[in-house]
C-alpha cells in the first residue's frame, strides 16, 4: 500500500509559476509510474503529466505542454509538477497518483492517489 501527500499548491497570478510535490511512502516508490491529474469544479478528473517508473519518458496533455514539466526523484520517493506561464484555466485540485502504466491517462488506471492540492491562478 502506498500513501501519497501532495504540497505545493497555492494562488498565484497568471504567468506565474508553482512547483507541486508528491511524497510517497509505504511502498516501493519506483515500481510505480506516477501521474499528476487535475480536478476543476464541474469538470472530470484529468491526466497532466505521467511520467515511467525510471523517469526517462514523460507523457504531457496538449494544454500544458512546454509549460509544465513532471519529474521524479526516485531516491527521495518523491515525484514533482513544475508549473510555468500558468493560466486561469490552470485553476483546479492537483492530485499525484500511482499506477502501474503510464501510457494510461486514465484515472482508473491508477491505484493511489495524494489528498490533492488546492492551485488557483488569477486573472
Known amino acids: 500500500q502506498v500513501q501519497l501527500v501532495d504540497s505545493g499548491g497555492g494562488l498565484v497570478q497568471a504567468g506565474g509559476s508553482l512547483r507541486l510535490s508528491c511524497a510517497a511512502s509505504?511502498?516501493?516508490?519506483?515500481?510505480?509510474?506516477m501521474g499528476w491529474f487535475r480536478q476543476a469544479p464541474g469538470k472530470e478528473r484529468e491526466s497532466v503529466a505521467r511520467?515511467?517508473?525510471?523517469?526517462?519518458?514523460?507523457f504531457y496533455a496538449d494544454s500544458v505542454k512546454g509549460r509544465f514539466t513532471i519529474s521524479r526523484d526516485n531516491a527521495k520517493n518523491s515525484v514533482y509538477l513544475q508549473m510555468n506561464n500558468l493560466e486561469p484555466e490552470d485553476t483546479a485540485v492537483y492530485y499525484c497518483?500511482?499506477?502501474?502504466?503510464?501510457?494510461?491517462?486514465?484515472?482508473?488506471?491508477?491505484?493511489?492517489w495524494g489528498q490533492g492540492t488546492q492551485v488557483t491562478v488569477s486573472s
Open positions: 497518483a500511482a499506477g502501474s502504466s503510464p501510457y494510461i491517462g486514465r484515472p482508473s488506471a491508477y491505484d493511489y
Open positions: 511520467i515511467t517508473r525510471s523517469g526517462g519518458n514523460t
Open positions: 509505504g511502498g516501493t516508490f519506483r515500481n510505480y509510474a
